[in-house]
């Protein structure tokens, strides 16, 4: 299993891959001039990545992208870039399109903070400041754990601090920004005022390492100017560390160590002061955060274990093996030859079964005529009872027998039955179960359409208001497969013979290793 990371910047773009480990395992940077046709651009670039470093591209489970702007809290929409205006704005969901695996946008500054945290120089701290400093300046916050946006959304935002009154023009449309003194862009304008046209910042460094006294002064009064408002940021948060990434973050004689001397000196203190030191992860830091970031609501995943894969000729310590891993759900497939080609588990049986576990059922009735399923079933409130849209006539009717019950009532479709069928009973059901082979048999392999199966019924259930609807997937839930249909928006898998049940493993540690993928 891997994850996709990508950080775009004024000038170039970082495209990493991430192990389930979060290693790194490879990455490229890619100058784009042109950025009308970006997300076609990545793609390319991502499958090319892919083939240089014999990478599967259906184990990519999810991409997150790191964006100079501010992004919904969703991680959706980007809802203003000062500084590349021409990003689109509906960026995460274009890039979804091209790689058919999730796509989450994250500000570059947060991602940088929330890489450190994780993988890097803020690992165990409690508080974490990451300031990006580049083209821009931006500014992400980590406290507790949490990624801290502000009630507004607009949290960290120091590049666009007034420092100078009716000073240049700012991409965010006011005047006198921190970061057109002392950010990249900024000290490109100071190179062009100071030493020319056509001249950008990299010159003035290089200008004051030959000993250009203006140009050394000009860097000084940028560092404090930064300096000042770092200080009042540190004064008033108190933060554990002060970290610093982005492409000026490498200037350290002229630039970054003269800031961190700043910082210290200034800072108010009662003997401690925040660690202060570079990103460990240096230019990486935005692109480690994007690929890690947290997924917004993101539900606990569910297990159902199918007994049909289980020793049929020891049911009893089956159960007890379910009960010590730790799933939620037995599951009960109950079919009559007529609607699958197959016979198996009769009612009579799994009411027997009752006997000797006290965890819930999850019948999944793959019959014609389920009424007559359901009325022989010993039903107690926690269990899921899962009726074919394709079974019945009168799915309603069904339906409400199984609430009647005292149960949870469930749809389930075959793949080949289009998610949009289920409008008129989504009011009537608490779940959904997407078949991801055709029922009636156990080690089938996935259908491959059946993620972005699973993905547009999650669009649709949330578009609706209906995110309380959990969807459970059945077939070939393998090591492989389930990190891919979690990612696409499924909460509860029907485990077997291609997970816990496998031969060279425990249920326990078959479990184990599956949840821990899902992490």
């Known amino acids: ?3 996709l990371g990508i950080d775009i910047g004024g000038t170039k773009i970082h495209i990493g891959i991430l192990d389930a480990e979060k290693n790194m395992v490879c990455h490229k940077k890619v100058y784009v001039r042109d950025m009308r046709n970006l997300p076609e651009d990545l793609r390319r670039e991502i499958e090319l990545l892919c083939r240089e470093n014999d990478i599967c591209y259906q184990d990519i489970v999810s991409c997150g992208i790191g964006v100079p702007g501010t992004v919904s809290r969703d991680g ?9 205006a021409i990003l689109p704005q509906n960026m995460a969901e274009r890039m979804e399109g091209l790689l058919e695996i999730p796509v989450s946008l994250i500000q570059d500054s947060r991602a940088a903070a929330w890489g450190e945290y994780l993988c890097g120089a803020g690992q165990e701290m409690k508080s974490v400041i990451c300031f990006t400093l580049g083209t821009g300046i931006g500014t992400g916050i980590v406290l507790n754990g949490q990624i801290y946006a502000g009630d507004l959304g607009c949290a960290g935002e120091i590049g666009h601090t007034p420092v100078k009154e009716n000073g240049r023009s700012c991409g965010c449309g006011k005047r006198g920004c921190l970061e057109k003194y002392a950010a990249g862009g900024g000290l490109a304008i100071t190179a062009r005022e100071l030493l020319g046209k056509g001249k950008t910042a990299e010159d003035l460094f290089e200008a004051a390492q030959a000993g250009n006294e203006k140009a050394q002064t000009e860097i000084q009064r940028a560092v404090e100017i930064l300096g000042s408002v770092l200080v009042s940021v540190v004064n008033f948060i108190s933060p554990e560390c002060l970290l610093f990434s982005g492409g000026l973050s490498g200037q350290e004689k002229l630039y970054l160590n003269p800031l961190i001397d700043y910082i210290r000196t200034h800072c108010y203190s009662i003997g401690q002061i925040p660690k202060i030191a570079r990103a460990r992860l240096g230019e990486f830091s935005p692109l480690y955060g994007a690929a890690l970031v947290p997924k917004e609501e993101k539900r606990k995943p569910q297990l159902s274990a199918s007994i049909m894969c289980a020793d049929l000729c020891d049911l009893k310590k089956a159960l007890e093996e379910i009960e010590k891993a730790g799933i939620q759900y037995v599951h009960c497939d109950i079919m009559d030859n007529h609607f699958v080609p197959n016979l198996m588990l009769p009612p009579e049986m799994l009411n027997r079964l009752r006997e000797i576990t006290d965890l819930p059922f999850d019948f999944h009735i793959m019959a014609e005529n389920p009424d007559t399923v359901i009325e022989q079933l010993k039903l107690q409130e926690k269990d899921i009872v899962s009726i074919h849209y394709e079974s019945t006539p009168h799915l309603q009717r069904v339906l409400a027998l199984v609430k009647e019950r005292g149960a949870k009532a469930a749809v389930a479709i075959n793949p080949a039955t289009p998610v949009e069928a289920l409008g008129e009973v989504l009011e009537d059901v608490s779940m959904v179960l997407v078949m991801t082979v055709n029922p009636g048999f156990a080690g089938q392999k996935m259908i491959p359409a059946s993620i972005d199966k699973i993905r547009r019924l999650r669009k649709m ?15 070939n839930c393998s090591f492989e497969n389930v990190p891919r249909m979690y990612e696409a928006g499924a909460d509860m898998f029907v485990v077997g013979s291609s997970s816990v049940f496998q031969k060279e493993y425990s249920v326990s540690r078959g479990t184990e290793k599956l949840l821990a993928l899902l992490h």
């Open 1 to 3: 299993m891997f994850r």
């Open 76 to 84: 959706r929409s980007l809802l203003h870039a000062p500084n590349i």
């Open 461 to 475: 259930l949330d578009g609706a208001g209906q995110n309380d609807i959990a969807i459970e997937v059945d077939g």
